[in-house]
């Protein structure tokens, strides 16, 4: 079974640029973004593409499946999507802490909400953070419903907050 354990932060500023070692340009769409679960599909730099079924459990941790599609019939499923597509620009950066970071800027329609991204196992532990948080990591948003991508999906959904440049 498949697990996702992550943290997500609001970015202010530019620090995290020097850190930047590649960049994947994403789009994706949710064709169910029931609470409960969510079936996402993402199209990465228009070259390969996956289907992503994510469920809720209790604590930090969710079930997570993720399965490559061809990009052709990727395509087609975005095209049967509910509400609208999410396009971002990730970045993966190179950092000393554990975990695989990643900072996320939004585009169309999202200009101006920049989320970093922490995937790391040791979250599940309670008060685990054996490493400080760099000053361009803002607000922690990881609960906050408003910042996660399902919800910016929803037609009617604009980010809640944009941090301050």
């Known amino acids: 079974m498949g697990t996702e354990i992550e943290r997500k932060f609001l970015v202010r500023g530019d620090g995290w640029r020097a850190l930047a ?16 679960r ?16 994510k469920a809720k459990r209790p604590g930090p941790a969710r079930a997570e499946f993720e399965y490559p599609v061809p990009v052709a019939d990727a ?23 554990p975990g695989e970071w990643v900072v996320d800027v939004y585009t169309h329609g999202q200009e101006g909400l920049t989320v970093l991204e922490v995937e790391w196992d040791g979250w ?13 990591a803002g607000e922690d948003v990881t ?16 980010p809640a907050r944009r941090p301050a440049r």
């Open 21 to 36: 070692d590649g960049t994947r340009r994403l789009r994706q769409g949710y064709l169910s973004r029931d609470p409960a």
């Open 38 to 53: 969510e079936v996402r599909v993402r199209i990465v730099d228009d070259a390969e593409a996956w289907l992503t079924v």
């Open 75 to 97: 395509r087609e499923l975005l095209a049967l999507c509910t509400g609208r597509l999410i396009e971002k620009d990730r970045h993966h950066l190179r950092v000393a802490a």
């Open 124 to 136: 599940a532990e309670p008060g685990a953070t054996p490493f400080t948080l760099p000053d361009w």
């Open 143 to 158: 609960g906050d419903r408003r910042y996660s991508n399902a919800s910016l999906a929803a037609p009617e959904v604009t």
